[in-house]
């Protein structure tokens, strides 16, 4: 059995946390056993919990403030130590450093899973310190370009897109339940978003090209409806929600637009929806996207970050421009102008979805590359 020690810097769950128990639910638990260190309790700790696994929780401070440093290092070997961990799997850019230092104290191997575009940062930590790891996993190509020397990319750089499980998430779910819940009509065309409240992701876009569409087309206001899925997730976030709703309310769109809150029931979500709309920023790899087409219903994604790579543009989904919110009104009124063609869209992001973004894929790459690190030998246990 190969232990393998995964650390994460936050017991909130996103889109991040999501992807990590995608992987724990279908990781061969015969040849690997997942161990996990979190800073506090908290939702992540209760899902791992429910998965069967073993979490200890430990404070991961800010390296730049040395307070308290030294001990977490301390806990982390003996851990290691302890538990006999032969990889340590880092998760979150505050773990990365942590994992890399006390693996290579301990003589184990060191894995950075990395999920984020840069935003503000203008030093990239990640690649000034990226001959600490053994492997760096990026979700996608627009992420391992970060870890570029000239127009090389290291061997040490693995991509491995986010997965989902197809199984859950099929054109055979039925939406209608959560349809009537929302008090939505059988003929009512449904745009919706999910995602937490961050201003990354791009809500306002969405709600200005709402008041676009109506404005242009004020036959659609009785049969066209926006479904804005998820909330605050962090406390960064918590003002956001009030925000959104103000931008909602002076544009005149309150009975257009559905805020239901976080939902536990995405499947049915998605199938309540007719086109799925992502609007974030530099979005590495969104499991909202994969999610959505693999339920069949055609994305419009913002041209930047990761999304180009998972929607091959007027194929399995379309492409607008970050922040454009006319252009993103003019590709909602060309699907809902031509919904035979949304439809063969949708039936193409499903087997897109089949052929290259499966749970089953993710999973059997993160093992190939545990596997490969073991097979180095470079420390015997």
């Known amino acids: 059995m190969i232990n393998i020690l995964y650390l994460h810097e936050t017991s909130l769950v996103s889109g991040a946390e999501q992807s990590l128990l995608n992987l724990m639910r279908k990781l061969n638990r015969q040849r690997f056993y997942p161990l996990f260190v979190l800073p506090n309790d908290g939702p992540l700790v209760r899902e791992l919990n429910e998965l069967g696994l073993k979490v200890t929780l430990m404070d991961f401070p800010k390296i730049r403030y040395f307070l308290g440093v030294s001990s977490a290092l301390r806990l982390l070997r003996e851990l290691i130590r302890e538990e006999n961990v032969s990889i340590v799997h880092s998760n979150s850019i505050r773990t990365h450093l942590y994992g890399a230092w006390e693996a290579k104290r301990n003589k184990v191997y060191t894995v950075w899973h990395q999920r984020n575009m840069l935003q503000k940062e203008i030093i990239d930590l990640d690649r000034l310190f990226m001959f600490l790891p053994d492997r760096v996993v990026c979700n996608s190509q627009a992420i391992a370009k970060r870890f570029k020397c000239g127009e090389k990319t290291p061997d040490k750089v693995k991509v491995v897109f986010n997965g989902v499980d197809t199984s859950v998430f099929n054109p055979s779910v039925n939406g209608s339940g ?21 201003q990354q992701k791009g809500h306002e876009t969405i709600f200005r090209a709402a008041a676009v569409v109506f404005s242009q087309n004020p036959q659609l206001r009785k049969r066209l409806r926006f479904l804005v899925v998820g909330g605050a997730v962090f406390a960064s976030d918590k003002h956001r929600e009030q925000y959104l709703k103000n931008i909602v309310g002076d544009l005149g769109l309150e009975d257009r637009v559905i805020f239901s809150g976080y939902r536990t029931d995405m499947p049915g979500v998605y199938a309540a929806m007719d086109v799925f709309i992502l609007a974030s920023k530099d979005e590495a790899c969104g499991r ?42 003019g590709k909602i009124l060309y699907l809902i102008n031509n919904p035979d063609l949304a439809k063969g869209i949708g039936l193409a992001a499903r087997s897109r979805i089949e052929e290259n973004f499966t749970i089953q894929s993710n999973v059997s790459k993160i093992e190939a590359i545990y596997d490969e690190l073991l097979k180095e030998q470079r420390w015997t246990k």
Request: proline content about 5%.
């Open 178 to 198: 959560v349809r009537e819940e929302l008090g939505i009509l059988p003929n009512e065309v449904v745009i919706g978003i999910a995602s937490r409240f961050n």
């Open 288 to 329: 909202v996207v994969l999610e959505a087409m693999s339920t069949g219903k055609p994305v419009i994604g913002t041209d930047s970050g990761g999304t180009p790579e998972m929607i091959e543009n007027n194929t399995n989904g379309i492409l607008f421009r970050f922040g454009d919110y006319r252009d993103l009104a």
